[in-house]
C-alpha cells in the first residue's frame, strides 16, 4: 500500500536515454541503455505522450479520464499496471517533486 501511495504522489518523466517512434495510433519505444524496444498501444502510447512533462501518476489518470471512456477504477489500475512496468524497464524515471 505505501508503495502505492508513493507511486501516486510522486513525479515521473520520461527517461533521457529512450526515444520513440509513432505509428498510427501506437509508439515503438527504444532504450539505448538497453537496447531494447518496447511496443506500445494507443492508451500507452497517450500517457507517454503525457510524461513528455513531470507528472504525477494522479495526474495521467485525471487526464485520461478525460480523453478516453473509461471507470476511474479501471483507468487507475492501467495507469499504474504501466507505471510500475516501465519504472522497472527504466523507461520512466521519478524527478524531484
Given at each position: 500500500m505505501k508503495f502505492m501511495q508513493t507511486l501516486l504522489k510522486s513525479k515521473y518523466q520520461?527517461?533521457?536515454h529512450v526515444v520513440?517512434?509513432?505509428?498510427?495510433?501506437?509508439?515503438?519505444?527504444s532504450s539505448m541503455e538497453n537496447e531494447k524496444f518496447y511496443g506500445l498501444n494507443k492508451v500507452?502510447?497517450?500517457?507517454?505522450k503525457i510524461l513528455e512533462e513531470s507528472v504525477t501518476m494522479e495526474e495521467v489518470?485525471?487526464?485520461m479520464l478525460d480523453?478516453?471512456?473509461?471507470?476511474?477504477?479501471?483507468c487507475e489500475q492501467d495507469v499504474s499496471a504501466f507505471?510500475?512496468?516501465?519504472i522497472k524497464a527504466g523507461i520512466i524515471v521519478e524527478v524531484p517533486a
Open positions: 520520461r527517461a533521457s520513440g517512434s509513432s505509428l498510427d495510433d501506437a509508439m515503438i519505444l500507452a502510447s497517450r500517457i507517454w489518470v485525471v487526464k480523453q478516453f471512456d473509461i471507470e476511474k477504477k479501471a507505471f510500475q512496468e516501465m
